[in-house]
Each structure stands twice: as structure tokens, then as C-alpha cells.
């Protein structure tokens, strides 16, 4: 059964600052790993999705990797800002087409 | 021009009571979902559907039923509610299962009084 470990669980950093993301997954045998963030009272927003045969994809800010060998994803989030604040999550989709959710990282970027 | 939407955001209802969550999604895609999000924010997904039939069915209790009258909706029916039920109940829809990114609506809160 896949299990997703996401660390830290929290976060607080000062605006500005270049940050690390981790995700970790017991199950490397996926179609796909997926991170969202989730503001309070909101849906999921999706941010970035990593296919199998990627090792990386890139959206502004953001770049996401994926290493399937040792289970592990990061989300690399440059030059911080206030309105980043919010709670990341990441999913992993195998085989069982069950999409397997961490528990997320609760990000806040203070001024 | 909501891409998943659901309604009611809000539900508050007893013990015993059965009600229903509707979902559509105005993406085209073939696949769609149900989650719960618990108190400690837990997201675990509950059913898909893709193209009307059932794909994943999680261990979740026969008192909820998920009911496809078309590729675009996708709604949730439970009966004989329970406080256990209390939680955020997300629908989300993606063009193949597992495979494509997933869109999620901005989500349900069910309390169970």
C-alpha cells in the first residue's frame, strides 16, 4: 500500500528566501506525482505533475523533481513572497490508479 | 466559468438525515472523484468514475453512494448520517485516470450535528 510522507509539516520563513519541499513515497512503482497548494477554507490548486518518465518540470517560480528510484519528489519555491503562504500538498498515482495523498506542508512567508 | 464546482459549500444536518452533494465539471474530462478531507486535513480519495463506471470504490461504507448521470457529474448520496461523516468532501476531474492532472472543486463542508 503507497504511503506519502511529506516534511516538514510546517514552515515559516521571512519573505525572500529560496525553499525546499519534500515528498516521499514508498511505492516507486507511479504513473505520476502531482503537488497542489491549498489555501484555508479553498480547494486544491494544482501547481506542477511530474509524468513517470520526467525528472523535473518548471512553472515560474516553481520546479518540481521527481526521483522514482529512491521515492522522493521536491518542490524548489525561489524568492519566497507573502502570498506563497499555504499549505502544499503532494499526491502519488500508482498502479492501483489510487491517487495517495501526504498530509501537506504548511507554508507561511512572513514580510 | 468554475471548471469543477459543487454545491451546497455549506451542509448542516442531524444525525440520521440523508443528503446529497452535487458535482459538475465543464472540463470535457472522462474521469472524476470524490475525497474526504478530515479534521486533520487528511485527504483520502473515496470513489471514481470514469466514463460513467465505478474505478475505485475505497472501503468507504455503503451508507454513501456516488451516482454518474452523465461524464460531467458526479454526485454523492449518504444516507443515515453520522458525526464521523463531519468533514470536507472534495470533487475533483482529470481526462484519464491516474494519468492527467487533477482538478478539484472548492469543496464541501458537512457537519453532522
Known amino acids: 500500500k503507497q504511503e506519502v510522507t511529506q516534511i516538514p509539516a510546517a514552515l515559516s520563513v521571512p519573505e525572500g528566501e529560496n525553499l525546499v519541499l519534500n515528498c516521499s513515497f514508498t511505492?516507486?512503482?507511479?504513473?505520476?506525482l502531482q503537488w497542489f497548494r491549498q489555501d484555508p477554507g479553498k480547494g486544491l490548486t494544482s501547481l506542477l505533475l511530474i509524468q513517470s518518465s520526467q525528472r523535473e518540470q518548471t512553472s515560474g517560480r516553481l520546479n518540481a523533481s521527481l526521483d522514482k528510484s529512491s521515492g522522493r519528489s521536491t518542490l524548489y519555491i525561489a524568492a519566497s513572497q507573502p502570498g506563497d503562504s499555504a499549505t502544499y500538498l503532494c499526491?502519488?498515482?500508482?498502479?492501483?490508479?489510487?491517487?495517495?495523498f501526504g498530509r501537506g506542508t504548511s507554508l507561511i512567508v512572513h514580510p | 466559468d468554475t471548471a469543477v464546482s459543487q454545491t451546497p459549500k455549506y451542509l448542516v444536518t442531524q444525525m440520521g438525515n440523508d443528503k446529497s452533494i452535487k458535482c459538475e465539471q465543464n472540463?470535457?474530462?472522462?474521469?472524476m472523484y470524490w475525497y474526504k478531507q478530515d479534521s486533520k486535513k487528511f485527504l483520502k480519495i473515496m470513489f471514481s468514475?470514469?466514463?460513467?463506471?465505478?474505478?475505485i470504490n475505497e472501503t468507504v461504507p455503503n451508507r454513501f453512494s456516488p451516482k454518474s448521470p452523465d461524464k460531467a457529474h458526479l454526485n454523492l448520496h449518504i444516507n443515515s448520517l453520522e458525526l464521523g461523516d463531519s468533514a470536507v468532501y472534495f470533487c475533483?476531474?482529470?481526462?484519464?485516470?491516474?494519468?492527467?492532472?487533477?482538478?478539484f472543486g472548492p469543496g464541501t463542508r458537512l457537519t453532522v450535528t
Open positions: 511505492d516507486s512503482a507511479i504513473y505520476n
Open positions: 499526491a502519488a498515482s500508482g498502479g492501483s490508479y489510487i491517487p495517495t
Open positions: 475533483a476531474s482529470s481526462q484519464e485516470i491516474a494519468l492527467d492532472e487533477q482538478y
Open positions: 472540463l470535457g474530462h472522462d474521469t
Open positions: 468514475y470514469n466514463n460513467k463506471e465505478l474505478i
